[in-house]
């Protein structure tokens, strides 16, 4: 009788301990999810806008889309290296490349939780049987600037570490704003990046969120051009060159392509001229010195730290 109460206890102590060590949440897609009260590896279905913004929260992300084994970028662009730096820590694995996933990786890695983005349901659902998957929302329109990362430290119980890295962003705010040569509140900029065509850069980006921190107001590029494609989220959308050169903001803020190995003033110009000859002698903004150069991978990711990335690229600009 001992033995049996005996064992019916520590039963009872398993069942119970497995309880506190996860619990229910909602993810973006309506689901609920028991996740680990504590994750501690992580499969980013994301580099960009997923996994960084865990790192950055502190997280322990062991793979994700677009690594090789040792860690390294199978892509032109490495935006773990580009945001954070050459930090030996940071050798994620790999799980294939985007859209290819390799189920065996993925399930080597053993991972408890899987962060996927709200358009991966039908992925999820095969996920599953490895590890719980949140699905959160990252283009639907509603995000903005680093809002995703600020979301995902709420869903995970980071919100803390969120909160004093902000803060701690705030004040360069403020410091970055004061350097510069006049009080950006209330100008009007418009952000594009470079691809094979010109794009303007639409809200989820650190680089979005520092230039409204700044205080500059988007420029209402939308209603002064004619060809605006269908009105779909993502991180840009294309612009015709010639209706380009007819905006008129205050700032002109200017990227070259991820994948470009040239990031530097000359090279950005030099592929804008190509795109669209003559911009630099119509455009006001250009004629009055008001543009910033950044490198778009530096910055595009919707993390603290691509933030900071731009106040640094504005404070030199002011010098």
Do not use: C
């Not at 889309?65 to 050459?86: E, P, T």
């Not at 349901?121 to 998957?133: D, F, M, R, T």
């Not at 669209?276 to 250009?286: D, Q």
């Not at 910055?299 to 990335?309: C, D, E, G, K, N």
Request: glycine share 8%; aromatic share 8%; proline share 5%.
């Amino acid at each position: 009788m001992r033995k049996l109460v005996t064992t019916m206890a520590v039963m009872l102590l398993a069942t119970t301990a497995a309880f506190a060590q996860t619990r229910e949440v909602i993810d973006d897609a309506g689901r609920t999810v028991q996740i680990p009260e504590k994750p501690q590896r992580i499969i980013a279905m994301h580099e960009a806008l997923i996994a960084l913004p865990l790192i950055e929260l502190g997280f322990d992300v062991i793979g994700v889309y677009g690594r090789a084994d040792d860690g390294a970028s199978i892509y032109d662009v490495d935006f773990i290296k580009s945001v954070f730096g050459d930090d030996p820590s940071l050798q994620i694995g790999g799980i294939g490349p985007v859209g290819d996933i390799d189920l065996e990786k993925l399930r080597a890695l053993k991972p408890d939780l899987i962060v996927g983005m709200g358009r991966q349901l039908a992925q999820s659902e095969i996920l599953s049987a490895i590890a719980p998957v949140y699905l959160q929302t990252t283009m639907a329109g509603s995000e903005s600037g680093f809002s995703i990362e600020e979301q995902l430290a709420k869903a995970f119980g980071r919100t803390a570490v969120f909160d004093v890295k902000r803060a701690s962003y705030l004040e360069r705010v403020e410091e970055v704003r004061a350097s510069l040569p006049e009080d950006p509140r209330g100008k009007t900029y418009l952000a594009i990046i470079v691809f094979d065509q010109i794009s303007a850069v639409r809200d989820v980006s650190g680089a979005i969120q520092a230039i409204r921190d700044l205080g500059y107001e988007p420029y209402d590029w939308a209603n002064r051009v004619t060809n605006e494609p269908a009105k779909s989220r993502g991180f840009a959308v294309p612009l015709s060159s010639e209706e380009f050169a007819l905006l008129d903001p205050d700032l002109l803020v200017i990227m070259n392509s991820y994948m470009s190995a040239d990031h530097s003033e000359g090279g950005i110009r030099a592929r804008l001229d190509a795109i669209a000859p003559g911009w630099s002698r119509f455009m006001r903004a250009a004629k009055e010195d008001q543009i910033v150069f950044l490198n778009s991978a530096e910055v595009a990711t919707p993390t603290i730290r691509s933030a900071l990335h731009t106040l640094a690229a504005f404070e030199e600009w002011g010098r």
